[in-house]
């Protein structure tokens, strides 16, 4: 347990793991994932593969000046449910849920949704007990 400043806002927070044993975390999490989800992973082929491929690579290049975006693996994946959810592992593993393309009219909105997504794990969220967080 340490106390670490956050990337680009600097400000300070109470962590609870190392990096390694955070990256070590949140694999496990992603296998997890994947075991879960297994009979509803859609393949790459899939039409809406390439939506959310292209916008996550969008975002990606435009920003790929930033360390932690340019060092970080990305890669997406899509999921046949009709939950309205997405979010991203701190492995910069890209989860979409068939239902949030339903939320979404263009690339512009599943931009917003993605950005929003990929900040949390680029501003190292995951790594932070929010209640402890604010208090340093």
Wanted: hydrophobic residues 45%; aromatic residues 8%.
């Amino acid at each position: 347990m340490h106390i670490e400043e956050t990337p680009f806002t600097k400000r300070r927070r109470f962590i609870v793991f190392t990096q390694k044993q955070f990256a070590e975390v949140a694999e496990q999490q992603r296998k997890m994932l994947f075991e879960s989800m297994k009979d509803k992973l859609l393949p790459a082929k899939h039409p809406a593969y390439a939506q959310v491929n292209r916008v996550a690579q969008r975002l990606i290049r435009a920003n790929n000046d930033i360390p932690i975006i340019h060092d970080q693996k990305w890669s997406v994946t899509l999921i046949g449910d009709k939950e309205k959810n997405a979010f991203v592992l701190p492995t910069g593993h890209i989860f979409v849920f068939l239902g949030m393309l339903e939320m979404v009219a263009n690339d512009d909105q599943l931009g917003v949704v993605l950005g929003h997504e990929m900040a949390h794990t680029i501003l190292g969220h995951g790594v932070c007990i929010h209640r402890l967080c604010d208090c340093v």
